[in-house]
Each structure stands twice: as C-alpha cells, then as structure tokens.
C-alpha cells in the first residue's frame, strides 16, 4: 500500500515561507490525488490543496490561493507544497494524504495518510 511520508515543518516568522515535501512509495496505480491538509487545535481539518497524478491538475483552498504551490516531481515521487506570505491563522499540523481517483477537499476520501508535521506561524 502507499506509505507517505512529510517533512518540511517548523517555525517561521509572519510573512516567511516553508516548502513541504510528501514522498510517497508503493504505488499500485496511476490515478491518484495527493492532497495536503491541515488540522489547526479546536478546527476541523480542512483541504489545503491537491494535485493529481494523471495531468497534474491542481486544487487550492479559497483562504491560500495565490500564497501556495503545489507542484510534482514524478520521478521522485514527490509532492510539494511552497508556501509564502505565511500567516498566524496558517498555523496547523499539515497532513499529506492520497486516494486513488480525483482531487477533491473532504478528508474522509483519502484513505493513506502521512503523520503530519507541523507548521507555526509567529506574529
């Protein structure tokens, strides 16, 4: 099964920026998503953004469009999130998660999950 791994997380200032890398192994198709999401304390977890592994068609939250990046590397099997002009309320545990078919926001969909690494933001 997909094994999914995060790293990039860590402290940085208001206005920074991080890059998030997820790496994934044990691909058993060629159709999947691969979504970031974040779970911030006292919030549900939301869609962050999503690319897919056939055409490389992205997806972003409405509250990071035009900040962050989700971008592949297909011959490492990596996926990326580059994202700038951070703020307080981007602060949360950033998940990378897959499911086989197309992107979409809603958690439960995704079915392999990495074990987050966290992102804070100071003001």
């Known amino acids: 099964q997909l094994q999914l791994v995060e790293s990039g997380g860590g402290l940085v200032q208001f206005g920074g920026s991080l890059r998030l890398s997820c790496a994934a192994s044990?691909?058993?198709?060629?159709?999947?998503?691969i979504g970031w999401f974040r779970q911030a304390p006292g919030k549900e977890r939301e869609g962050v953004s999503c690319?897919?592994?056939?055409?490389?068609?992205?997806n972003y939250a409405g509250s990071v469009k035009g900040r962050f990046t989700i971008s592949r590397d297909n011959a490492k099997n990596t996926v990326y999130l580059q994202m700038n002009s951070l703020k307080p309320e981007d602060t949360a545990v950033y998940y990378c998660?897959?499911?086989?078919?197309?992107?979409?926001?809603?958690?439960?969909?995704?079915?392999?999950w990495g074990q987050g690494t966290q992102v804070t933001v100071s003001s």
């Open positions: 044990g691909f058993t198709s060629d159709y999947y998503a």
């Open positions: 690319i897919s592994t056939r055409g490389g068609s992205t």
């Open positions: 998660a897959a499911r086989r078919g197309y992107c979409n926001g809603y958690y439960r969909d995704y079915a392999y």
